[in-house]
C-alpha cells in the first residue's frame, strides 16, 4: 500500500466509502471571545453526503454574512470512522478565506489563513479562535 | 532533492520570514507522520521538504513551494504562517503551519485517491528548531 508515513499504512475496517461521521461537528457554534476579530458563529449542518459550513463574520472589513462552503471532512486516523476535523474556503471577493477546524474537548479550534487578492492595504493574516457548542 | 511544484510564493517578499526559514524536528521522536521540515529562501520563493516518519531510511516527500505566506494580523510585515501542497498521486496534503514562540505547528490534512480503505485524515504536530 502507498504511503509516505508509517501512520497510513492502517485501513478502516469498514471501508472509506462508508463516509466519515460529522456528529462531533456539526451545530451551531459562537466564538469564546465577546468580541471575536474575524469570525463571530459557525453553522456545520450536514448535507447528504457532505457538510456544509456557514460563517457570521466580526472583521468590519469583510462582510457579515460569509455565506456557505462546503467543508472538506478528516478523521483523527486513517482507520478512524468519525471526522473531527475540517477544511474549507470561501471567497469573500478581494479576500479569500482558508478555515481550518478540530474539535477539542468540547471545543471548536478555527485556525483561519485570510489572503488578500485584490491589493488592498492589508496582510494576508493568520488567525486563531475558539467556539463552544450552543443548542 | 527534486523541487516538485513550481507555482511561486505568492507575495513572500513582501514579508519578513526569517522565524519560518529553519530546520525542524518533530518535538515528538517516535512520531509516526512527519518527523522534519526544511523551509528554505530561494530567490525569494519560501520552499518546504518533508522527511515522512518511516522504518528505516526516511521518507522524503521532496520539496515544493509555499503557496502563500500569513502575517500575525492585517497591519503586520511579519510572514509566520503558510500554506503548501503535496501531490503524490495515490494522495494530495494540505500543509498549514505557524511559527509561535519558537514552535512550528503543522497541520496536514491528508486526502486519499487511490481507493483504498483508509479515511482522509487531519494531523497535527510540533517542532523544534535544529541545525540544519
Aim: charged letters at 20%.
Amino acid at each position: 500500500m502507498n504511503h509516505v508515513a508509517l501512520e497510513q499504512a492502517q485501513e478502516h475496517a469498514l471501508g472509506a466509502a462508508t463516509g466519515l461521521d460529522p456528529v462531533w461537528l456539526t451545530g451551531n457554534w459562537v466564538n469564546t471571545n465577546a468580541s471575536p476579530s474575524l469570525i463571530r458563529g459557525i453553522r456545520l449542518e450536514s448535507g447528504q453526503s457532505q457538510l456544509m459550513m456557514r460563517v457570521t463574520g466580526a472583521d468590519p472589513g469583510l462582510p457579515e454574512d460569509w455565506g456557505v462552503a462546503e467543508a472538506q471532512l478528516f478523521a483523527e486516523n486513517t482507520a478512524s470512522g468519525e471526522a473531527m476535523a475540517f477544511s474549507a474556503a470561501f471567497d469573500l471577493g478581494g479576500t479569500e478565506s482558508l478555515l481550518q477546524g478540530y474539535v477539542v474537548k468540547g471545543v471548536l479550534v478555527i485556525v483561519s489563513f485570510t489572503r488578500v487578492k485584490d491589493g488592498r492595504e492589508r496582510s494576508s493574516s493568520f488567525g486563531k479562535e475558539f467556539f463552544y457548542r450552543v443548542p | 532533492m527534486e523541487v516538485v511544484g513550481t507555482q511561486g510564493t505568492e507575495r513572500a517578499q513582501e514579508f519578513e520570514t526569517s522565524s519560518m526559514v529553519r530546520s525542524w524536528a518533530n518535538t515528538n521522536p517516535s512520531t509516526q507522520g512527519i518527523a522534519r521540515v526544511k523551509i528554505r529562501s530561494v530567490e525569494g520563493e519560501l520552499r518546504i521538504s518533508i522527511e515522512g516518519a518511516a522504518q528505516g531510511a526516511a521518507c522524503h516527500w521532496g520539496e515544493v513551494a509555499i503557496e502563500a505566506v500569513y502575517a500575525e494580523n492585517a497591519a503586520s510585515r511579519r510572514g509566520m504562517a503558510f500554506v503548501a501542497r503535496y501531490h503524490f498521486g495515490f494522495l494530495e496534503t494540505l500543509l498549514e503551519g505557524n511559527v509561535n514562540a519558537g514552535l512550528l505547528v503543522l497541520a496536514a490534512f491528508h486526502t486519499f485517491l487511490d481507493g483504498s480503505r483508509r479515511s482522509n485524515y487531519f494531523s497535527r504536530e510540533f517542532f523544534h528548531e535544529v541545525a540544519s
